[in-house]
Protein backbone atom coordinates (compact mmCIF):
# COMPACT_ATOMS: atom_id res chain seq x y z
CA UNK A 1 0.00 0.00 0.00
CA UNK A 2 1.56 3.40 -0.73
CA UNK A 3 2.62 5.46 2.02
CA UNK A 4 3.18 2.80 4.24
CA UNK A 5 6.73 2.38 5.94
CA UNK A 6 8.94 -0.56 6.45
CA UNK A 7 12.28 -1.44 8.43
CA UNK A 8 13.77 -4.77 6.61
CA UNK A 9 16.07 -5.39 10.44
CA UNK A 10 13.61 -7.78 11.97
CA UNK A 11 12.98 -9.97 8.20
CA UNK A 12 15.91 -12.71 8.73
CA UNK A 13 13.21 -15.23 7.11
CA UNK A 14 13.22 -13.13 4.03
CA UNK A 15 17.06 -13.27 3.05
CA UNK A 16 17.71 -15.59 0.39
CA UNK A 17 20.59 -17.59 1.37
CA UNK A 18 22.26 -17.53 5.48
CA UNK A 19 25.21 -16.73 4.00
CA UNK A 20 24.93 -13.14 3.17
CA UNK A 21 25.94 -10.67 5.40
CA UNK A 22 23.13 -8.77 7.65
CA UNK A 23 21.72 -5.93 5.83
CA UNK A 24 19.16 -3.33 7.18
CA UNK A 25 17.13 -0.91 4.95
CA UNK A 26 14.63 1.39 5.85
CA UNK A 27 11.69 1.47 2.94
CA UNK A 28 8.62 3.04 1.78
CA UNK A 29 6.05 2.50 -1.12
CA UNK A 30 5.46 6.23 -2.31
CA UNK A 31 3.42 5.41 -5.40
CA UNK A 32 1.36 2.26 -6.88
CA UNK A 33 0.48 2.42 -10.48
CA UNK A 34 -1.82 0.00 -12.45
CA UNK A 35 0.00 -1.44 -15.43
CA UNK A 36 -2.85 -4.10 -17.07
CA UNK A 37 -4.80 -7.13 -15.48
CA UNK A 38 -2.29 -9.52 -16.33
CA UNK A 39 0.54 -7.71 -14.73
CA UNK A 40 -1.07 -5.75 -12.02
CA UNK A 41 0.66 -3.22 -10.48
CA UNK A 42 3.93 -1.86 -9.98
CA UNK A 43 5.18 0.74 -6.84
CA UNK A 44 7.49 3.62 -6.64
CA UNK A 45 9.84 2.67 -3.94
CA UNK A 46 11.82 4.91 -1.77
CA UNK A 47 14.62 3.03 -0.02
CA UNK A 48 17.48 3.97 2.19
CA UNK A 49 19.66 1.22 3.14
CA UNK A 50 21.19 1.72 6.60
CA UNK A 51 24.24 -1.13 5.53
CA UNK A 52 26.07 -0.78 2.69
CA UNK A 53 25.69 -4.16 1.49
CA UNK A 54 26.19 -5.13 -2.73
CA UNK A 55 23.12 -5.00 -4.20
CA UNK A 56 21.15 -4.71 -0.86
CA UNK A 57 18.54 -2.65 -2.43
CA UNK A 58 17.65 -5.45 -5.15
CA UNK A 59 18.19 -8.83 -2.89
CA UNK A 60 15.86 -7.18 -0.39
CA UNK A 61 12.94 -5.30 -2.74
CA UNK A 62 13.02 -9.11 -4.63
CA UNK A 63 12.70 -11.13 -1.63
CA UNK A 64 9.66 -9.14 -0.52
CA UNK A 65 7.83 -9.53 -4.24
CA UNK A 66 9.03 -5.75 -5.09
CA UNK A 67 11.87 -6.90 -7.35
CA UNK A 68 13.35 -3.97 -9.62
CA UNK A 69 11.98 -3.58 -13.43
CA UNK A 70 14.96 -4.68 -15.64
CA UNK A 71 16.75 -6.16 -12.60
CA UNK A 72 17.54 -9.29 -14.76
CA UNK A 73 19.16 -11.32 -11.62
CA UNK A 74 16.62 -10.91 -9.29
CA UNK A 75 13.47 -11.09 -11.87
CA UNK A 76 10.28 -13.60 -11.78
CA UNK A 77 8.30 -14.81 -14.65
CA UNK A 78 6.06 -12.10 -14.70
CA UNK A 79 8.84 -9.47 -13.92
CA UNK A 80 10.40 -10.51 -17.35
CA UNK A 81 6.83 -9.61 -19.25
CA UNK A 82 6.89 -6.26 -17.05
CA UNK A 83 10.45 -5.42 -18.88
CA UNK A 84 9.50 -6.42 -21.90
CA UNK A 85 6.39 -4.27 -22.06
CA UNK A 86 8.55 -1.50 -20.46
CA UNK A 87 11.92 -1.47 -21.85
CA UNK A 88 15.49 -2.79 -21.19
CA UNK A 89 16.22 0.29 -18.84
CA UNK A 90 16.82 -0.68 -15.03
CA UNK A 91 14.35 1.27 -12.98
CA UNK A 92 16.60 1.53 -10.06
CA UNK A 93 17.75 5.47 -9.55
CA UNK A 94 20.04 7.05 -6.34
CA UNK A 95 18.24 10.38 -5.46
CA UNK A 96 21.36 11.05 -3.10
CA UNK A 97 24.46 8.86 -2.42
CA UNK A 98 27.38 9.32 0.12
CA UNK A 99 30.86 7.27 -0.55
CA UNK A 100 34.59 7.37 0.47
CA UNK A 101 36.39 8.60 -2.92
CA UNK A 102 38.88 5.50 -3.70
CA UNK A 103 42.20 7.64 -3.65
CA UNK A 104 41.72 10.10 -1.70
CA UNK A 105 39.28 8.61 0.88
CA UNK A 106 37.26 11.83 1.30
CA UNK A 107 33.53 11.37 1.86
CA UNK A 108 31.48 12.28 -1.41
CA UNK A 109 28.10 12.98 -1.11
CA UNK A 110 25.93 13.56 -4.61
CA UNK A 111 22.54 14.78 -4.98
CA UNK A 112 19.88 14.86 -7.76
CA UNK A 113 17.85 17.65 -7.45
CA UNK A 114 14.70 17.59 -5.66
CA UNK A 115 11.04 17.59 -7.87
CA UNK A 116 9.18 20.84 -6.20
CA UNK A 117 5.99 19.59 -8.21
CA UNK A 118 5.22 16.49 -6.36
CA UNK A 119 5.59 15.50 -2.16
CA UNK A 120 5.66 11.91 -3.11
CA UNK A 121 7.52 10.95 -5.91
CA UNK A 122 11.31 12.03 -6.55
CA UNK A 123 13.05 13.59 -9.88
CA UNK A 124 13.25 10.60 -12.13
CA UNK A 125 15.65 10.07 -15.25
CA UNK A 126 13.99 10.91 -18.17
CA UNK A 127 14.10 7.45 -19.11
CA UNK A 128 11.98 6.40 -15.58
CA UNK A 129 9.86 9.54 -15.02
CA UNK A 130 8.40 8.35 -19.23
CA UNK A 131 7.75 5.13 -17.58
CA UNK A 132 5.87 6.07 -14.74
CA UNK A 133 3.91 8.78 -16.75
CA UNK A 134 2.84 6.39 -18.86
CA UNK A 135 1.40 4.36 -16.50
CA UNK A 136 -0.28 7.16 -14.61
CA UNK A 137 -2.44 8.05 -17.91
Not at 77 to 102: D, V, W, Y
Not at 107 to 115: A, D, Q
Request: aromatic share 6%; with cysteine.
Amino acid sequence: RAQDEYNTDDDEELHPTNAGKHAIMDYKILECLYVDDKLGFISIVKCKPRTGRMHQIRVQLASRKLPIIGDITYWSKQHKQLCEKLGPRIALHARAITFKHPITKQSMHIETPKNESTTTTPTLPTALNNIVESLRK
